[in-house]
């Protein structure tokens, strides 16, 4: 059974700073790996999407990685500002188990001023 | 836009009487899930359709059930609410298919309050 870890569980940053957030996989037989950001009290907004072949993907400040044979992906966030305090969740796409996500728990990120 | 959208936001239900989330898309997508998600946890994977196709996961309690009554609309009714399943329900789409891009792509969530 896959299970995704996200590691911090809770992150503070002063503004500016440029910060990494770590998600791990148990099963490297994966389609893709999402990243997703939720507000409080919202839904998910998806951030990048890593296909199995590619190795990164960015997206203005962001840029998230894959190493599938390690089973990691980290999203680097540039230059942090406060409108990035948020939870951030990653999720994979599972091969051989249907059109499905296995989510994270999330990294909790507060960015301050 | 194309988006996906839930009403209502938020929805206050007594304990045991029936409710119904509702969720629409413009995407055209293939495929339309639901999710529930507590407090501080991951979203967990109530059931999903795949076209006409229903998907349960093993877990969800039967109390559970799901209706799509064509590709823009799809609903979760739960038919005894109890004080654990309030929540957030989550509604998401994507394309399916043997392969290609399988991005998901989310509503704003109903809140769900159980007195």
């Known amino acids: 059974k896959q299970e995704v870890t996200q590691i911090p569980a809770a992150l503070s940053v002063p503004e500016g700073e440029n910060l990494v957030l770590n998600c791990s996989f148990t099963?490297?037989?994966?389609?893709?790996l999402q990243w997703f950001r939720q507000d409080p009290g919202k839904g998910l907004t998806s951030l990048l999407l890593i296909q199995s072949s590619q190795r990164e993907q960015t997206s203005g400040r962001l840029n998230a990685s894959l190493d599938k044979s390690s089973g990691r992906s980290t999203l680097y966030i540039a230059a942090s500002q406060p409108g990035d305090s948020a939870t951030y969740l990653c999720?994979?796409?599972?091969?051989?188990?249907?059109?499905?996500?296995?989510f994270g728990t999330g990294t909790q990120l507060k960015v301050e001023l | 836009d194309a988006m996906v959208i839930q009403n209502p936001r938020y929805q206050v239900t007594q304990f045991g009487k029936p409710v119904t989330l509702s969720c629409s898309q413009t995407?055209?997508?293939?495929?339309m899930y639901w999710y529930q998600q507590k407090s501080s946890q991951a979203p967990k994977l109530l059931f999903h359709y795949y076209d006409k196709d229903f998907n349960n996961e093993a877990d969800t309690p039967d109390n559970f059930q799901s209706r799509r009554p064509n590709t823009s609309f799809c609903f979760l009714d739960i038919r005894s609410p109890g004080l654990g399943d309030a929540a957030m329900y989550l509604c998401?789409?994507?394309?399916?298919?043997?392969?290609?891009?399988?991005?998901?792509?989310f509503g704003p969530g109903t809140r769900l309050t159980v007195t």
């Open positions: 998401a789409t994507s394309r399916g298919g043997v392969s290609g891009v399988y991005e998901q792509y």
């Open positions: 099963d490297s037989a994966i389609y893709n």
């Open positions: 999720a994979v796409w599972i091969t051989g188990g249907g059109n499905k996500l296995t």
């Open positions: 995407l055209n997508h293939n495929v």
